[in-house]
Nanobody
Framework: QVQLVESGGGLVQAGGSLRLSCAAS????????MSWYRQAPGKQRGLVAI???????NYAESVQGRFIISRDNAKNTVYLQMNSLKPEDTAVYYC????????????????WGQGTQVTVSS
C-alpha cells in the first residue's frame, strides 16, 4: 500500500534552516500533488506548500519567500527547504500526497505521513 516517510525535523534557532524530506512509495500508484501541512499546539492543521507533478507551486502567505518546496518525481520524494525560521514556525509538519492508482477502476485518495516535529527557539 501507500506509505509516506518523513525526515529532517528537529530543533533550530530562529533564523536558521531545516530541510524536510518525504518519500512516497506504493506499488501501482503514481503521485500527483504532494504537499506539506503543519499543526501547532491548539491550532488546526494548515497548508504550508503544495507542488503538482507538473511543477506548479503554491505557498501559504506566512512562508512565502522563506520556504521552498521541490520534488524529485523519479524518487517520489518531496522536499521542504525552510529558511529564516521563526518561533511561530514551530509545529508538527505533515507530508500529504495524492495517490493515483494506475488501475483506473480505483479512485485516487490522499495519504498522510506520520509527522515530524520542527521546533524553532527564539
Amino acid at each position: 500500500q501507500v506509505q509516506l516517510v518523513e525526515s529532517g525535523g528537529g530543533l533550530v534557532q530562529a533564523g536558521g534552516s531545516l530541510r524536510l524530506s518525504c518519500a512516497a512509495s506504493g506499488s501501482g500508484f503514481k503521485f500527483n500533488a504532494m504537499s506539506w501541512y503543519r499543526q501547532a499546539p491548539g491550532k488546526q492543521r494548515g497548508l504550508v506548500a503544495i507542488i503538482t507533478s507538473g511543477g506548479s507551486i503554491n505557498y501559504a502567505e506566512s512562508v512565502q519567500g522563506r520556504f521552498i518546496i521541490s520534488r524529485d518525481n523519479a524518487k517520489n520524494t518531496v522536499y521542504l527547504q525552510m529558511n529564516s525560521l521563526k518561533p511561530e514556525d514551530t509545529a508538527v509538519y505533515y507530508c500529504n500526497a495524492l495517490a493515483v492508482p494506475t488501475d483506473t477502476r480505483f479512485a485516487s485518495r490522499n495519504y498522510w505521513g506520520q509527522g515530524t516535529q520542527v521546533t524553532v527557539s527564539s
